[in-house]
């Protein structure tokens, strides 16, 4: 989305006071994002009464969910929205404000206006122009959209659709341009990012072929991807995992729940003991590869029983981090509403927090003398191969983006201490 302004003249801000348009990019993951996308809108008000000519724009997964016609009524002042499943059409609609000069203001143009289904538009129109761009170190390329699984809990599917590969020599160009941009890690993304798959007149490209070759892209150091499933994994990604040390050895794997009861009912597609079946190849084909995981807890019928297998599954799992989150219901489906109260909901989730911090600590606590490969985000700290942030002891001098080798001294919080070594 970025890239469309920016080909028009913009420059990036977050300083309200000085931007001619705001895009509030929303999430509808769980209910706190969506409330929390509203809120932010809801700002933006006093915004529009002091910057007339401004223009807000509503994008992403909240904007499909609650629609165009709703956010449009309950927030006059916003100017478009624009809902996930329409993201290619963002050019169009700053094409339509802003196209050639940024003076085009008074267009009064309104969504059902816009190209409905303007086939000619491709990815590459609205991707990063290559000048007067400069990377960060580690930048995001969209390997796929949507996801066509069909979670109980989740409302990814409805608001971004089925799952759809964009084609590989669109990823590797944008990995490119941003690898001359200034990028040393490209982090691949997609729901379901290992399902990659791509006819091409060439023969298929699988998700292990695209992680060969973006990192083979002049310029990248490291390769990470998020978030596989444990459904695709196949002997030819382990393969080339364990044979290619410029893909990150670090792997999130989302698993929701250590328990076989809650797993089936989730409809996620995985016993708990194949979970672990899929951590244990990990290890074996990088025995130093940190895995994390995300959780939900409370889902409907969740007993103290799950919980425990929950609660059991982080030592078992040996994952290095874990984002927790309480289940928050997002479809109308009988059955799915959450059958624990508030305050269980949180002793839960406090109680796995504790256990995944008690865990994190001994894994962190294991790097200490190792000699570490760590890819510069600033002069004096950066990142393992593992996605440990590593804060130096002193300034190196070097360049972010530099890839160093550090002897691991300690553990402060969440992060490691290290020694410059070369
Ligand atoms: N409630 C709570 N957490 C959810 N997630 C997805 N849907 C829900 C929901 N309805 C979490 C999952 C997923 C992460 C991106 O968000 O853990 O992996
Ligand atoms: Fe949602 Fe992920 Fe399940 Fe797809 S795989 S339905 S995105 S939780």
Known sequence: MAASFIKRGFKLTDDLKRADAVVVNTCTVRQRAEDKAISQIGRLRVWKKN?????????GCAAQKLGGKNLKHRFPFVDEVIGAKDIDKVDAVVEVYFGGSLDVHELPVTSNQLPVNDESLSITDYRLPVTDYQSPISAYVTAMRGCSLKCTYCIVPEVRGPALYLPPEEILAEAAAKAAAGAREIILLGQTVNAYAYKTPAGAISFADLLSRTSAIPGVSRVRFMSPHPLYFNADFFRVFRDNPKIARYVHLPVQSGSDRILKAMRRGYTRAEYLDIVAKIREAAPEAAVSTDF????PGETEADFKETLSLVAASGISFAYCFKYSQRTDAAGLAPDLGEAEMEERLSRLLAE???NSSDILNKRIG???EVL????????????????LDRETGLKPGSLI???ITGVSKNTLKGRLIS
């Open 51 to 59: 910057h007339p000519e401004g223009k807000i724009f509503i994008a």
């Open 296 to 299: 939900i807890v409370g889902y």
């Open 356 to 358: 995944v911090k008690k």
């Open 370 to 372: 190792r000699i570490e």
């Open 376 to 391: 510069l985000e600033a002069e004096d700290s950066g990142r393992t191969s593992a996605n440990f942030i590593v804060r």
């Open 405 to 407: 080798r550090a002897e």
